[in-house]
C-alpha cells in the first residue's frame, strides 16, 4: 500500500440519496434562477415602458419558439417508446394538437397586445443575437448530452410556478397595455410545469445512479439556468443600461415588420 | 464574348415543371425501391421459413423504430410552427397517442405471433449491424440535409402501398403463422401513407424552386430507397445465401432473449 496517496482518493464518490439529489438540485434555483435578474424586478414591478416590454416579448419568444424542438431533439435519441409518448405531450403543450392552438399562440396573443405584428415576432428578426444564440445552445445541449442530463436541464420548470405567478400578477397591476387574455400564457403553465418537472425529477432520482451522473444533472439545471439568465443580460444591455442595442434588432420607434 | 466557350455551359438550369418533377420521383420508384429486392420475392411467395421471416421482422422492427425519431428530428429544425403542427401526426402513427398504440405496437404483435420476445425485439440486440446503419443513416440524412430534401427523403411512401397489398395477402395466403392481427400494421399504413406522400409531394413542389433543389430531392428518394433496399441485402446475405450470419445477430434455433 503506496501511504503517499491519501485513503480514498481515487474511491468512487458515493452517490447522493434521492432527498439529498432533489435538495442539490432545488438549491441551484436558489443560487441562480432568473428570478433574480434585476431585469425582471423592472419588469414586474411595472417599471419598463412598452417598448422595453416589447423588446422582452420578442426575444423570449425565441424562447418559447426554442421549447417545442428542444423536445423533438430529445425524442429523436430516444429508443424507449413509453419515454416518447410521455415527452410528446411537451410538444402539444407549446405547438398545440389539433383544436388547442398551445403555448406559443397565447405567446403570440401576448406580442399582439403589445402591438406587435406577427410576421415580425415570428421572423426572429428584431431579437438579440445573444438571445438566439442561448436558446440554440440549451437545443444543441439536449442534442449533445446523456439522456438523463438531457432531461435534468428542463428542471428550471421546478422555480417556474413562483416567478409567473409573480409575474401575472405584477404585470396585470402595473402595465395598462397588459390584460388578462394577454397573460394567459403564464397561466397555463401554471399547471403544466408541476407536471413536467414531476416526471423529470423522478426520472432523474431513477436514472442517475452514480455520483458523476448526478454532478452533470445539477451542472445541467445550471447550465439551464445561464440560458435563462443571458437572455435578460442581453436584454438589460440593450434595452436599459447601457442601452447599447445590436445592428439589426428591435429599436423603440424602429421599424416592426 | 469568349467563342470558345459553349452558349449557356454556364447557365443555371432551367426547374422542371411541377408535373415532370414529380415524374421525376416516381421515376425512382420504378427505378430502385426495394419491392424489387428478391428477398421480398421470397417473403411475399412465401419461400422463407418462419426463422428468416422472424429475422426480418425483427430487423425490420429497427426501421419502424427510427422512423418516429427522424420525424421528430425533423421537427427539431423547424421553425414553422403548422408544419410541426402537421409533421406531429407522423410521430402519433408510430408510437401512438394516449389510448391509441401505434404502429410500432402493431409490428410487435407481429413479431409476438412469430414467437419473439418484446424485450428481444426491442433491445436491437439481434438485429443486423447492416440494418442498424441502415435506419441511423436515415435519420442522419434528416438531422443534415437542407428541410426540403429531408421531406423528399419520406417519399418512398409513394410506392409503399403496393408492396403492403402483396405483402398482406402474400403473408396471409403463405404462412400459416401469419393471421390477420399480424398484418394490422400494414393494413393501416395503406391509409396512413398516402396521406402523408401527397403531404410531402406538395411541400417539395412548393419549396424547391430551383433546379438543383428538385435535384436534391430526386437524389433523396434514390437515398432512401438505398437505405431500405440495403436492409434485405444484409438479410438475403445473412439468411439466405450464402448465410453468413455476423457475431451476436439472430440465428435460427439460437437464444432470441
Known sequence: MNESVAPGAFAERQPLSPDAFEAAIRAVGAERYHDKHPFHRLLHGGRLDRDQVRAWALNRYCYQEAVP????????????????????????????LGEEAGGIERWLVLTDALGLSRDYVTSRRGALPATKFAVEAYVRFVVEQPLVVAVASSL????????????????????????????AYFKRRLQQAPRDSGFALNFIKTNARTRAEQD??????????????????????????????????????????
Not at 419515454?83 to 398545440?96: A, P, Q, S, T, V
Not at 428550471?156 to 397573460?183: C, K, Q, W
Open 69 to 96: 424542438r428542444k423536445d423533438a431533439a430529445f425524442i429523436s435519441r430516444v429508443h424507449d417508446r413509453e419515454l416518447r409518448r410521455e415527452w410528446i405531450h411537451r410538444i402539444h403543450d407549446h405547438d398545440g
Open 156 to 183: 428550471t420548470e421546478l422555480f417556474a410556478p413562483a416567478i409567473h405567478r409573480e409575474r401575472i400578477s405584477g404585470m396585470l397591476a402595473n402595465y395598462d397595455f397588459v390584460d388578462e387574455r394577454a397573460v
Open 216 to 257: 452533470a444533472c445539477v451542472d445541467a439545471v445550471r447550465f439551464k439556468c445561464d440560458v435563462l439568465w443571458a437572455q435578460l443580460d442581453a436584454l438589460h444591455h440593450a434595452y436599459v443600461t447601457p442601452g447599447i442595442t445590436p445592428p439589426g434588432a428591435f429599436r423603440p420607434g424602429g421599424a416592426t415588420d
